[in-house]
């Protein structure tokens, strides 16, 4: 048998697997690899242009310099392949009109992403081509106008699941929009400000079965009751809080109903007391956790680290960021040899 039989047997094997098996690996190649499965026969171009497989291949554009040779190639694929491109990611871009240059090229995308960009106001008008879009990222951008606010209009998004804000894009003239994205489960808006407490609480209560992530700047916008409407989410695995300044020990405490948690950040708090504390990290729903940030926490003492260090099997990183009963103190130095195996931030 010569070596053209060879290749000409593995190619009938592989030609003989179904569609579904083919689509399969598809999904598993590197993009490069993918295009020049195009150009095989006409089955595999259509088989490697499937939306299946498209859906899984995030599109990156970066105006970060060092990055131009592999942003020029994606943008070729992006003009060439844009009714294929659903997920695009454009990062350290700071003019809009090349941002809405790239966008207005892809008109399936289901997840864009904005991130270190500068973003016009027109945005908010813009973003409208893609009311099938699953996630809005605009996280670290900013906005071209300080005086303004994006007032994207959530309501028209009705498959949105994700969505992570910088420090605008959500206030009180469009907040009540996002209570209609009835498939809303990862909400990152740990930078936006001045969020009325009640519609803090009407938006989980809209979301309590399925709310997953959330990460929420906090201040006056969560108050001990927002705590406990928060426990009582079934499939809450990630809650950061950044501003904890109106909350007690109740909500601290509530905490421990929690079943799902695996990543929980509380900043800023002189409020909880060493023994809520005690009580509320001695529960058997936390001790799970991979990841665990008490930073700012006026009353974390070494008795609290301790009960960390013993019990907190899972933890992966650990952060006591200027917490003034553990830094600067002999205790501080015991630290590194009872977490040898995580991160420890103090700085």
């Known amino acids: 048998m010569t070596i053209s ?35 095989v026969c006409k089955r595999w171009t259509k088989l490697a242009q499937d939306s299946t497989v498209w859906k899984r291949i995030v599109l990156i554009y970066s105006g970060k310099p060092g990055q131009s040779e592999i942003s020029e190639k994606n943008l070729d694929i992006i003009t060439s392949h844009s009714e294929y491109i659903y997920c695009l990611k454009i990062q350290y871009v700071y003019n809009y009109s090349v941002i809405k240059s790239v966008i207005d090229q892809c008109k399936n995308l289901i997840s864009l992403e904005l991130v270190m960009c500068r973003v016009g106001k027109e945005f908010e008008d813009d973003i409208l081509k893609w009311p099938k879009l699953r996630k809005i990222s605009l996280k670290n951008s900013i906005l071209l106008l300080n005086n303004l606010d994006l007032l994207i209009q959530f309501d028209k998004f009705k498959e949105l699941n994700y969505l992570a804000l910088s420090d605008f894009g959500l206030n009180s003239n469009n907040c009540f929009t996002l209570l209609q994205c009835n498939h809303l489960s990862h909400i990152f808006i740990e930078k936006i400000r001045d969020l009325d407490v009640d519609f803090i609480k009407i938006l989980i209560l809209s979301r309590q079965s399925i709310l997953e992530i959330l990460h929420i700047y906090g201040g006056s916008s ?14 809450l695995k990630d809650l950061a809080i950044i501003r904890c300044e109106s909350l007690s020990d109740g909500g601290l405490l509530s905490l421990t109903s929690l079943k799902r948690i695996e990543h929980l950040q509380i900043w800023n708090n002189n409020n909880f007391s060493e023994l809520a504390f005690l009580k509320t990290l001695s529960s058997s729903a936390l001790l799970p956790l991979e990841s665990l940030s008490l930073s700012r926490i006026q009353n974390v003492t070494p008795a609290i680290v301790d009960l960390i260090s013993e019990h907190y099997k899972n933890l992966k990183f650990l952060a006591l960021y200027q917490c003034p009963n553990i830094i600067n103190t002999d205790y501080e130095r015991q630290l590194k040899s009872k977490f040898r195996n995580i991160d420890v931030v103090l700085f």
């Open 5 to 39: 039989d060879n290749n000409d047997e593995g190619s009938c094997a592989i030609n003989g697997l179904p569609d579904e098996l083919l689509l399969y690996i598809f999904k598993c190649l590197p993009l490069e690899t993918l295009l020049a499965c195009e150009n």
């Open 222 to 235: 969560v108050n001990d009751s927002i705590l406990q409407l928060l426990s009582q989410c079934p499939q």
